[in-house]
């Protein structure tokens, strides 16, 4: 920190030095890096068709090393199959024969093993790798091919079963196909990978056809196949079908297409069909397995005719494979030769240009990159400000647009028409901001007059109808409701930037503050208020802190069981006055607690407000917290529902020495029969109880006792509750003599009826009350602040 650079703004020529540098720095760089990325994506381009070119050479030579020979194994494989199946099934098969067949695979063996440098010899073996051509499958085709004269002897012998006899043979081809297509399946390129595919397909649709021979060659004489052999034929008959209709037939070329055609379209192919047909429609199914139908006799003609034809299209298919990979390879050495010619070229002519057109540009882009950075760091920032705050802009110090013809000056021209028009936004913007401010405030102010004079109608109507149960409750409704809308004009007004107009003039206490705040909620009855310590709030914040609180009420109402209580509960701490408001709500995730507690502690634009517009009790509550320097925080209680706590700061509160000592009424045993429920009552218009007459030998204005007050902690649901902001209670005028008053003073006692004024009958049991204490306490003393009210007003309007 002690080498921080001096205030105000940088030498020029240091700034003037280290801006041209960096930008001359920026152009070489964007000319040099296109060239360096062309030669770079030149070389790299080149090295990978020289590495696919020199791939395809070593798939050409080894294909033709070991593809013809594997090809050759696989058909050799697949007639000693046959034969041995034929003899195992009791056929005439001459022990000749078997032994011609069975040299003929030998000498194919024998050549693969040579191509592919695999076999049991040791020198051999010495010179493979795990990962050279003669790896992986070929080792499997090779591992297996040792297996062979075992096998032979076990047929020779009749050991074990047909299955285990041809099915190792089997598995032998299906090596070869597998090798095969892993060691020339070309993935790099996507036209000989189809090709490879392609012969894939012919090799596998060649083994299904061979199976079928193998098949009814184990029925011999009999024409009997076991059940599992049965199925294999089948499935072989469905597998070389679809190959051939799917995966071979569309995609071979011309040449291939028509041998292919000319194949299936001979009597032998023909014969095959009609053999396949009848013994998938006329088997008949024995105790044993299957009988075959006579037309199997067949086979063995029609087989020894087209299967040539079978052999000489895989052989030609997989030369054709290789005869293209070897083309490719030509096509990308030449390609090779082009594209470095070409990239020279151009590297060159790129070279040039950039180097001639980077020294007349630079001295231009050098001045507009200084004018635009000055403008967007110092003079934008600085106009977008003075708006915010309502002062004058100098046009001056803004860009111009002059109408210039190069690129370079219609980019300065096209900034300054940005830099204008964000200028003219943030314009229109505050002012629309504080006429919509206006607007609301003024439509809030008229509403709220209305329903001032709503509610002193209301209360007149009280008066006037109160000896109507029914009336009255409907009207405490009305008055209920009608409180609550004017909360919500007050959110208005305090959202639209104006203030709540206080007529405190005295301090009050918290317990009282709590009641206030609790009587402007619809579900009041479900609020449980406790005051842990005496304290008295200053004049000036009592509407706002009360507003806040009913806010956090209401929300703790709306959005908890209808039958659980909130509990609202106020003590000192260190910083000042906590009030934790807790319900029994449903839970909240921890997202859920981030989002409103960022709505409480900053102010939403207007168009977040309108987005939210059910949720703005939150932002109502972060204003007033922001005007009276308060932290509202929303957590997670104890009992699974939500805490909001309020903290406010020791400014708010007034001094201890002055804190007024209201006394506290005694709550009352038992309610009087005539009376309606005060539970029943909205909290701002229950009437007191009626005060007992003194003594007759008490002087005139002798006043009851006062009470000790309450010890801190106690419930304060008893303490009768302050006057309702904006309702002063005037004093009682005494009419003159001779004068009537224009309405009759109401005298202690004299307005209850004849039943409550005589002796008191007993009354009868009407069971057990359900309600608590508590709630009894806050229900008289609420009945109490509401006939206080009307005496007040009866007065008041007295000559």
């Known amino acids: 920190m002690s080498a921080m650079a001096p205030e105000g703004p940088p030498s020029p020529p240091p700034v003037r030095r280290r801006r041209t540098v960096r930008l001359r720095t920026l152009l070489v760089c964007l000319a040099v890096v296109p060239t360096v990325a062309m030669g770079t994506q030149t070389a790299v381009t080149a090295q990978r068709l020289l590495v696919r070119s020199e791939h395809l050479r070593a798939d050409v030579e080894a294909g033709q090393r070991i593809g013809v020979p594997l090809v050759r194994l696989m058909n050799e494989l697949q007639a000693e199959r046959a034969m041995t199946a034929a003899r195992w099934a009791g056929s005439p098969v001459t022990d000749e024969a078997l032994r011609d067949k069975r040299a003929e695979t030998d000498r194919a063996a024998a050549e693969f093993r040579r191509a592919s440098g695999t076999g049991s010899d040791p020198e051999q073996g010495s010179e493979r790798g795990p990962d050279g051509p003669a790896g992986g499958r070929l080792e499997a085709v090779s591992g297996r091919l040792d297996l062979l004269a075992s096998y032979r002897k076990r047929v020779d012998a009749h050991s074990g079963s047909a299955e285990q006899a041809v099915g190792y043979y089997t598995g032998v081809i299906d090596d070869i196909i597998r090798a095969y297509q892993d060691e020339f399946s070309h993935p790099e390129d996507a036209e000989l990978s189809q090709e490879s595919r392609l012969a894939v397909s012919l090799f ?35 597998s070389h079908r679809y190959l051939y209709d799917t995966w071979i037939v569309p995609y ?26 009848a013994v998938t429609a006329n088997h008949k199914d024995t105790a044993t397995g299957v009988k075959l139908p006579a037309d199997v006799g067949d086979w063995p003609a029609a087989y020894r005719t087209f299967a040539p034809g079978l052999a000489a299209l895989n052989t030609d298919r997989a030369r054709s494979v290789f005869d293209d990979a070897d083309a490719t390879a030509s096509e990308l050495e030449a390609e090779v030769s082009w594209l470095i010619a070409a990239s020279g070229g151009a590297l060159l002519l790129v070279t040039a240009v950039v180097v001639l057109t980077t020294r007349s540009v630079l001295r231009r882009l050098g001045r507009l990159h200084t004018r635009t950075v000055a403008i967007a760091e110092e003079t934008l920032p600085d106009v977008v400000a003075r708006l915010q705050r309502g002062e004058a802009v100098d046009e001056a110090a803004l860009p111009a647009v002059r109408g210039r013809q190069d690129e370079v000056g219609q980019i300065a021209d096209a900034f300054a028409r940005v830099v204008a028009a964000s200028v003219d936004g943030h314009r229109q913007l505050a002012a629309e901001r504080h006429g919509f401010g206006l607007f609301a405030s003024g439509i809030a102010s008229r509403t ?13 109507l009280q008066d006037t109808f109160g000896h109507d149960e029914a009336l009255l409750a409907q009207l405490m409704r009305s008055d209920q409701l009608t409180v609550g ?52 709030v200053q004049p000036h914040a009592i509407s706002q802190i009360s507003h806040l609180l009913a806010e956090l009420l209401d929300n703790a109402t709306r959005f908890s069981p209808p039958r659980s209580k909130v509990v609202v509960r106020a003590e000192l701490v260190a910083d000042g006055l906590s009030v934790e408001i807790e319900d029994r709500g449903p839970r909240v995730s921890p997202a859920g607690y981030e989002a409103m507690n960022e709505r409480l502690h900053s102010a939403p634009p207007y168009s977040v407000l309108a987005e939210n517009a059910h949720r703005l009790g939150l932002f109502v509550v972060g204003h007033l917290a922001d005007q009276l320097q308060a932290r509202v925080t929303l957590r997670r209680s104890v009992y699974g529902g939500t805490a909001a706590v309020v903290i406010l700061p020791d400014t708010l509160l007034a001094p201890a020495e002055g804190e007024p000592q209201p006394r506290r009424r005694p709550v009352p045993p038992a ?20 005060a007992a007459p003194p003594p ?23 303490a009768p509750p302050p006057t309702r902001p904006g309702r002063a209670l005037p004093t009682r005028a005494t009419a003159p003599a001779g004068t009537r008053p224009a309405l009759p003073e109401r005298v202690p006692q004299t307005h209850l009826t004849r039943q409550l004024r005589g002796p008191r009958a007993p009354e009868p049991d009407t069971g057990t009350d359900a309600a608590t204490p508590e709630e009894v306490a806050d229900a008289w003393a609420d009945y109490e602040e509401g006939t206080k009210k009307v005496e007040a007003e009866l007065g008041a309007d007295q000559p």
């Open 448 to 460: 709220g007059n209305l329903v001032s004079r709503q509610l002193s109608l209301t209360e007149d």
């Open 252 to 277: 071979l070329p011309p040449a291939e297409l028509a041998s292919y055609d000319k194949l299936t379209g001979s009597p032998a192919w023909q014969t095959k069909l009609r053999i396949e047909n």
């Open 696 to 718: 007759a030998d008490a002087p005139p204005d002798a006043a009851p006792p006062a009470e000790a007050p309450p010890p801190a902690g106690a419930p304060v649901a008893d």
């Open 204 to 238: 596998s649709a060649t083994e299904m056809v061979a199976r079928e021979d193998t098949a009814l060659a184990l029925a011999g004489p009999s024409r009997e196949l076991a059940a599992t052999g049965f199925s294999q034929f089948l499935d072989a008959v469905g």
């Open 671 to 690: 309610r009087p029969a005539a009376l309606p429920d005060p539970a029943r009552l909205p909290v701002r218009e229950r009437a007191p109880e009626a």
């Open 485 to 536: 809308m004017r909360r919500q004009i007050e959110n208005l007004l305090i959202l639209a930037g104006g203030e709540i107009p206080d007529p405190h003039t005295d301090p009050m206490r918290v317990a009282d503050l709590l009641r206030e705040a609790a009587a402007e909620v619809e579900d009041f009855r479900r609020i449980e208020r406790q005051a842990l310590d005496e304290a008295s």
